[in-house]
């Protein structure tokens, strides 16, 4: 769980990353630097979650990720009954 | 139905003839005199009165990610941290 | 639309078990200044706003507050994990255990369930956004009163960085306010 775990609080820390830069641009939609920031966060977002979801699963749904047999999406742990470090 | 902006009070730059509707044909408005607004001029001279305003914010240096998570906004401008 | 991510917006860890605080932790679970009713009352706001910004803002920060909601969610489903009825019913707890066992109910610490007569949306994106940063502040002060209340170290981070949050809230309501009335000020007349 360990790694697993490691993942995730990647994936949790540049996504965070991504929605306060989100939150910014929506106030500043002009303004280049926070676009710069956000495409660049982004890149190593969608990185990190194709490597945790290749292993883990999806983590999202409705055809935003390549699935398998049998169905992954519902496989615990859910988010809340993960045991955080 | 058009009717006055209420939400103009009294401009700011003396002289100022923004609140007469004179380009909109049609209306009925008394032409008042347009006096400056001396209280907020003096001291907040683009600002009006009964408003509330609050500093935009430039952007600027970072925190980690790790770090951000962990204190809840990547803006060291806006870290306020509670000590308890 | 909205899609579910299956992640928390934050790694909530919760050490032992503690009702009280589960009981506590109602308030911003189901009460009037919880993450339910911040989420409920911005995307309810944002069909009436009269900027981009302003659409996007609440959008986005009502999808936000849906995380925080899970957040709090996940602390009372962990605070109550494995606590016998008998602990409940002396935690005083006995009376949502009759009607909803352990499961995390939309009410306030005292058993009040979630309405929406804690929101309002009039219509006026001045009144609005006054009422959004009102909200904002209202949850900040919660926050503030729960980190006291408890001792747990992972309820304490996990409180503080939903503390921070509303104050970035708080801040980004402050800037679509000075865009609405950038734009009420290079308007001289309205219509109804």
Redesign the interface.
Known sequence: MDER?SM??E??SL??FA??L???L????GDRAALRDFYSVRDKLLVAKKRYEEIYG?????G?TPVKCPWP?IEGP???E???? | ?????P??TRPLTPGSQ??T?KE?PG?EAAVEPVTPDYQAAGFYPTY?LA???????KYGPLFSPAEA?????I?PD?????P? | MW???????????VYKNDLGMAKFLMAQYGGPDSELSASVRYLTQRYTMPTD?TK??LT??GT?EMAHW?II??MI??LVKGVSVKQLREAGLGAHFAQHDRAVYPADAAGVPWTAAYIQATGDP?TDL?ED?AAEQKARTTY?HL??LTDDPGIK?TL??????E?????????????I?EL??S??????
């Open positions: 775990l995730l609080k994936i949790q996504e965070f929605i306060e989100n939150l910014f929506d106030t500043h939609p999806p983590l999202m749904v409705f935003h999406w859910w988010p809340w993960i045991e955080y470090e | 139905m058009l009717q006055r902006n939400f103009l923004e609140n509707p909109q209306i009006r408003r509330a305003y609050v500093v935009r914010q998570l962990e204190k809840g906004t803006f806006l870290y306020s941290p509670y308890f | 899609i579910y991510e299956k992640k928390l917006e934050y790694p909530v860890r910004k996007g803002l986005d920060i936000e899970e969610a996940t489903y962990k001045i006054h940063m503030e980190i006291q981070d503080r960085f939903l503390r921070e949050r104050v970035v809230h708080f801040q980004r309501f402050g800037e679509a306010l000075n865009d009335q009420m000020d308007k001289k007349l309205y219509s109804t």
